[in-house]
């Protein structure tokens, strides 16, 4: 069965910092993906890495924001610092890519002072 189970969101201050997990079972793929969603606005990517060596950022998160993966442990994560408001939404981690692959339930992550 596969599973994907997102964890660290949570309630932090404009500038703060966050990791947040996803540990997956029973997939295998070389795509990885964390993607976002804030009320009322669309998916959209947040960062991407392929073969656990090639990354792609969104412009809003570059220089912020890394992805990483650790294959031994089956997890991905993204640390995310200097947090600005803006980056409030659910994430979504994602394998296999947004057309054909697994999505996660989704994490809270929320910039408010």
């Known amino acids: 069965q596969v599973q994907l189970v997102e964890s660290g969101g949570g309630l932090v201050q404009p500038g703060g910092s966050l990791t947040l997990s996803c540990v997956f079972r029973?997939?295998?793929?070389?795509?990885f993906g964390w993607y976002r969603q804030a009320p009322g606005k669309q998916r959209e990517l947040v960062a991407t890495?392929?073969?656990?060596?090639?990354?792609n950022y969104a412009d809003s998160v570059k220089g912020r924001f890394t992805i990483s993966r650790d294959t031994a442990k089956h997890a991905m994560y993204l640390q995310m610092n200097d947090l600005k408001f803006e980056d409030t939404a659910v994430y979504y981690c994602?394998?296999?890519?947004?057309?054909?692959?697994?999505w996660g339930r989704g994490t809270q992550v929320t910039v408010s002072s």
């Open positions: 029973n997939i295998a793929s070389h795509i």
């Open positions: 994602n394998v296999g890519g947004i057309s054909s692959g697994w």
């Open positions: 890495i392929e073969n656990g060596v090639t990354s």
